[in-house]
């Protein structure tokens, strides 16, 4: 049997010394409502934000973590609300730093500002894409026209050899609409879709949660159009479970749909999947999913420069304005403590794919008040997949993973609600 390797990647770099990916919340002044917004975005600056000397000072304790420098993601509310982005990101490409830019779609998102950014250096864009219509994108954005300004950055973006990621917030309001989604992003080019599963904070905790056999479905139905178009989760890390359990039951010849227990919602997606001929022409190679977590290859730093492990898991570890980030990520108690995947509870605490997966620790903490209490839209038992022998074979290969190189970044950030796997949605992990 192959090793993990070929179902997950690795970080490239000991994940307790350095992060993948590092998401800066640079305001959360934005013209949008969007019902999931986990910034609770306002129309104005704030006037505590990290100003451009201190968001300079910012990307250099990035470039101190050393070369390669993780990925830098500029995100917000509406990072064109600040007049110095292009110096920004001109002075992370100075500083030996990646960024990318994960805009909200306004007004502001016009061919001239992305192809500013472009020659700034901006090694990428991420946008999100709620619905496959202007009606179900913008009525969850709250604001008419996002759906048109969205599509057509995606569009110029492209046009100027821009790497784009598409982030799609799975909520109700388009649970049956994603294979329609995929179709768009099949159709206009992205490097990377990411479909993020809702985390319960900010005006997220007015959207209705997910029933754990509706994540599962989700879940493998993404792991599906992984042949299509490259596909992640964002704080959904259970995917990487599923990713394992279809490895084997692919090797074994299983039907995983039954040896899973998937269900009628994943049954209208593959036929939907179908019926747009998703299917034809499919990819040879899966992107295999990017073992990170909240504090685990991880940070996230807000508009006034406090250190989070996640974007959704709003415990702070102390402030860059007073520690260098270095020193924040690879000592602070919440850091170091999530990296323990044996301080996990509950189910997650007793899973064998615990250290592979280690679920949502901001939706875990959004839904008891305990970051290291077992993954909320997890139904998976303990012990439960049939194939445990060969199960052991593929986690003891993966031993070791930190170790491993994993190539490749992602183009942007995260969504409002956005980590995930590589370069998380416009504020999460995976």
Known sequence: MNTTAHAIRHQRHNAGERPFIVIWESTRACPLACLHCRAEAVPDRDPRELDTAAAKDLLRQVAAFGQPAPLFVITGGDPFQRPDLTELVAYGREAGVRVAVSPSGTPTLTTRRLRDLHAAGATGLSLSLDGSTAELHDDFRGVPGVFRWSLDA??????LGMKVQINTTVARHNLHDLPDIVRLVADHG??????????????????????????EDVLNFVYDVGLTVPAKTTEAHHFRRVALQRQILTATGDDHAAVLGLGSLYRELRERTAELGLDAGARRVRRPPLDVNAGRGF???????????????????????????????????????LRDADRLGGRCGRCEFRRVCGGSRSRAYGV?????????????????????????????????AESRPARGHTAGGASKQNSGEGAPQRQGAS
């Open 154 to 159: 995606w569009d110029a973006a492209r046009a």
């Open 190 to 215: 992205a490097m990377l879709w990411s479909a993020f599963f809702l985390v319960p904070t900010g005006r997220g905790r007015g959207l209705g949660a997910l029933t754990s056999a509706e994540v």
């Open 299 to 337: 940070v996230f730093v807000s508009h006034t420069g406090t250190v989070h492990p996640s974007g959704f898991l709003p415990l702070g570890a102390g402030s860059v304005r007073e520690t260098p980030l270095t020193e924040i990520y690879r000592t602070a108690e919440l850091f170091t403590g």
């Open 368 to 400: 008891t008040g305990d970051p290291y209490a077992e993954e909320p839209w997890c139904g998976y038992v303990p012990g439960s997949f049939p194939h445990q022998r060969e199960l052991a074979v593929l986690l003891s290969g993966g031993a070791d």
